[in-house]
C-alpha cells in the first residue's frame, strides 16, 4: 500500500520511472508524449544533457548555503542573465521555490515598497476574476477562481476582483477588439476609484492566463491601459508569468508581445524546466531602491531563497534556450501548432474557441458553439479527455468547468520546446480522437 498522499485520493497512478526527450516513460514501459510539459513545466523534455551534468557539478561543488550568509555564483549568474533579458527597469531578482511563493513575495514586497515611501494606507490588492496565482492563501486570495478559493473562503484576505480579457467569451457583438480592451481595462481605473486612489498597493494579472482559462491572451492595447493607469495611481503592476513566462509564447517574458514592462514579475515552472524546483520575482530598481533606503531588509524569506542547485539548472535552461534557439524554435513551430489543431479540431461542433501563443494553447469546449453554452461540468468531459488521452499515450492539461456555470471544460497543451512538427501532428490527433470519445462516453 502507498504512503504518498496523492491529490486525487481515488486514482490509481502509474508509476514515472524514466524520461526520454518529449516522453515520459512508466515502469510498465509505457510511454506518454508530454504534451502538456505538467502545468507547463517541462520546456526542455526530459533528459537534458546539459541540465542534468549542470545539476550534478553543483552537487559535487556546493549543495547548499543559507542566504543570510552567502550568496552564490550560480544565482549570481542566473539573476544577471534574467536581468540582461528582462522588459523595462526591472533590475533585482529574488529566488524563491516556485511559483506560489513567488506571487506571495511579490504581494509582500508591493505593500512594503509603498510603507517605506510612506504611504501605509496602500494596502488593497486588486486581481481578476479566473485567475490562478498559486495555492497558498495569499496567492489564492488573489486568484480569481471560485472552485479553487471555495472551501477556504474563510481564511482569505479579502482582494477585489475585475474581469479578465476574456474575449472569446465576453466581448460584446458589434464591439471591436480595441474598444473591447479599453473597456475591460478601465474597469481597473473604476475599481481603483471605488476603492480610493491612495489606497490600493498593487493591481496582479497573468498576461495569458494559464490554469484557469486556458491560454487567453489579452486583446492589443489592454496592457498598454492597464500600465497607464497603473502609473496614473501611483499602483505596482505586478505580471504573473509563473506558467506563460520563459519562453512558452515565443518571448523569454510573455509581457513583451503586449509592449509592457510590469514594476514586478514573477516566474516559475518553465525557469527551472522541472529539473528543479525554482521560482523567482524581479522588481524594478524603483522598488528595491526604496527598501534599500529605507529599512534595507526584505521583511521576507524562505529556507531555500536561491539553491544554488536550483540555480545552476536554471542557469543551464537559459543557456540551452540561446544554445539551441529553442524561442526562436516556439516562435516558428506556434503557427504550425495553430494549424494543426485548427485542422483537427477548428470544425468539431463541441470546440468553441483555439487560442493561445507560442507553444501554449487553449481548447474551450462548448456544448452550443452559437450561444457558447459550456457543458454541464457534472459531467466532467475535461477529466474525460484527460484519462482517455493519457490512455493513448498523451498528457494534456484538463481545466474542469465551474459548477457555477460562468466557466466550461478546457484543454491546455503547452508540449517542451523540442517538440517536432510530426509529434504535435499526433499530439492534435490524439486530442480529436480523445475528445470524440469523451463525448461519446
Ligand atoms: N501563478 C500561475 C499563473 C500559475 O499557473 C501557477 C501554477 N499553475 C502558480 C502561480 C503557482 O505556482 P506553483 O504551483 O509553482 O506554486
Known amino acids: 500500500m502507498s504512503h504518498v498522499?496523492?491529490?486525487?485520493?481515488?486514482?490509481?497512478l502509474p508509476t514515472a520511472v524514466s524520461g526520454d526527450g518529449c516522453y515520459l516513460i512508466d515502469a510498465e514501459g509505457r510511454r506518454y508524449f508530454d504534451g502538456s510539459g505538467g502545468a507547463a513545466v517541462s520546456c526542455l523534455g526530459h533528459s537534458n544533457e546539459r541540465v542534468r551534468a549542470a545539476i550534478k557539478a553543483q552537487v559535487d561543488a556546493l549543495a547548499y548555503a543559507h542566504t543570510s550568509f552567502f550568496t552564490s555564483e550560480p544565482a549570481e549568474a542566473l539573476a544577471d542573465r534574467l536581468i540582461a533579458r528582462a522588459p523595462g527597469d526591472l533590475d533585482r531578482v529574488?529566488?524563491?521555490?516556485g511559483g506560489s511563493e513567488a506571487v506571495e513575495s511579490a504581494i509582500k514586497l508591493a505593500r512594503q515598497y509603498h510603507l517605506?515611501?510612506?504611504e501605509p494606507q496602500r494596502r488593497h490588492l486588486i486581481a481578476r476574476r479566473q485567475s490562478y496565482h498559486g495555492n497558498t492563501l495569499g496567492a489564492l486570495s488573489a486568484g480569481g477562481n471560485a472552485w479553487r478559493r471555495a472551501q477556504f473562503a474563510p481564511l482569505l484576505v479579502e482582494m477585489s476582483h475585475i474581469a479578465p480579457c476574456y474575449e472569446y467569451a465576453e466581448r460584446a457583438e458589434g464591439e471591436s477588439l480595441h474598444d473591447y480592451g479599453q473597456r475591460t481595462a478601465n474597469a481597473l481605473e473604476a475599481e481603483i476609484l471605488r476603492l480610493g486612489p491612495d489606497s490600493v498597493m498593487a493591481f496582479i494579472a497573468e498576461p495569458v492566463v494559464g490554469a484557469t482559462l486556458g491560454a487567453v491572451?489579452?486583446?492589443p492595447g489592454y496592457f498598454t491601459r492597464i500600465r497607464e493607469?497603473?502609473?496614473r495611481y501611483g499602483v505596482l503592476l505586478i505580471l504573473d508569468e509563473v506558467m506563460c513566462g520563459m519562453g512558452r509564447t515565443g518571448h523569454l517574458f510573455a509581457c513583451e508581445a503586449d509592449g509592457v514592462a510590469p514594476d514586478i514579475l514573477c516566474i516559475a515552472k518553465g525557469l527551472g524546466a522541472g529539473y528543479q524546483p525554482i521560482g523567482a520575482m524581479l522588481c524594478s530598481k524603483a522598488i528595491y531602491d526604496a527598501i534599500a533606503a529605507g529599512t534595507g531588509f526584505f521583511q521576507h524569506g524562505h529556507t531555500y531563497l536561491g539553491h544554488p542547485i536550483a540555480a545552476a539548472a536554471a542557469l543551464a535552461v537559459l543557456e540551452e534556450f540561446e544554445e539551441q534557439d529553442l524561442i526562436g524554435r516556439v516562435s516558428r513551430l506556434g503557427p504550425v501548432f495553430e494549424t494543426l489543431l485548427r485542422d483537427q479540431l477548428g470544425q468539431h461542433p463541441h470546440v468553441g474557441d483555439i487560442r493561445g501563443r507560442g507553444l501554449f494553447?487553449?481548447?474551450e469546449l462548448v456544448e452550443d458553439r452559437a450561444t457558447k453554452a459550456p457543458f454541464d461540468p457534472a459531467r466532467g468531459l475535461a477529466g474525460r479527455v484527460k484519462r482517455i488521452a493519457k490512455s493513448r499515450g498523451l498528457l494534456c492539461y484538463p481545466m474542469p468547468g465551474t459548477r457555477d456555470g460562468r466557466l466550461g471544460d478546457h484543454i491546455l497543451l503547452a508540449p517542451p520546446f523540442i517538440a517536432d512538427e510530426t509529434q504535435l501532428a499526433e499530439v492534435a490527433a490524439v486530442l480529436k480522437a480523445a475528445l470524440d470519445g469523451a463525448l461519446a462516453g
Open 5 to 12: 498522499f496523492p491529490r486525487h485520493c481515488h486514482t490509481d
Open 94 to 97: 529574488y529566488f524563491v521555490s
Open 116 to 118: 517605506e515611501r510612506g
Open 217 to 219: 491572451a489579452a486583446v
Open 229 to 231: 493607469i497603473c502609473d
Open 361 to 363: 494553447w487553449g481548447i
